[in-house]
């Protein structure tokens, strides 16, 4: 058996990371993780109660800063709102993790209605695509402040996805 532990060197110093439905399941690991390793965390969850409790009780685990937001992510409203108190909480922001989704089980695939698909569509792709889009200035911002090792990935990701989504030539 191999003595190779994976997190072992896993540090977030210096990093602010926004989880999406960071308020259970996943989400909480992952925000668990990430404030483990230093980062600061802001859970961003439909049920913003939620949200906060377990930001605080994250936050008393690791001693590092965490918050929660109430976020639907599927409004801009609330996309927008989410990155201002990020940036002015913590900083800047340099780090994303669009882990919010929803999805139904259907035994026949063909039963799925059409108002369920779009639902699912404007959660697990658009909201995304729009966190991502909002993200851009603010992981520039981080960049421009930290070097290369922050915030490159999701500029990136957010201005490739968007270019190659509608067609044009994509670049950073």
């Known amino acids: 058996m191999s003595s190779f532990d994976a997190v072992a060197d896993f540090r977030m110093g210096n990093h ?18 990430f404030s483990g390793a230093g980062a600061k965390v802001m859970i961003a969850d439909l049920q913003g109660d ?18 929660g937001i109430g976020c639907n992510v599927t409004l801009q409203e609330d996309i927008d709102r989410c990155v ?5 909480a913590f900083g ?18 063909l039963e799925v209605s059409a108002e369920d698909m779009i639902e699912s569509y404007k959660l697990n792709t658009l909201s995304a695509m729009r966190m991502n889009g909002r993200l851009t200035a603010p992981f520039a911002e981080s960049r421009e402040r930290h ?4 915030g490159v990935a999701g500029r990136l990701s957010a201005r490739v996805r968007f270019h190659r989504l509608f067609g044009r030539q994509g670049g950073a």
Do not use: C, H
Not at 16 to 33: D, M, P
Not at 84 to 88: D, F, N, Q
């Open 16 to 33: 602010v990371a926004i989880v999406t439905g960071g308020a259970q399941n996943i989400g909480e690991a992952i925000a668990r993780t």
């Open 50 to 67: 939620k949200a906060e409790s377990t930001a605080a009780r994250i936050k008393s685990e690791t001693g590092n800063e965490v918050m």
């Open 84 to 88: 201002r108190k990020t940036v002015a």
């Open 92 to 109: 800047g922001i340099t780090t994303l993790v669009n882990n919010v989704g929803w999805g139904r089980a259907y035994p026949d695939p």
């Open 147 to 150: 070097g290369d090792e922050f």
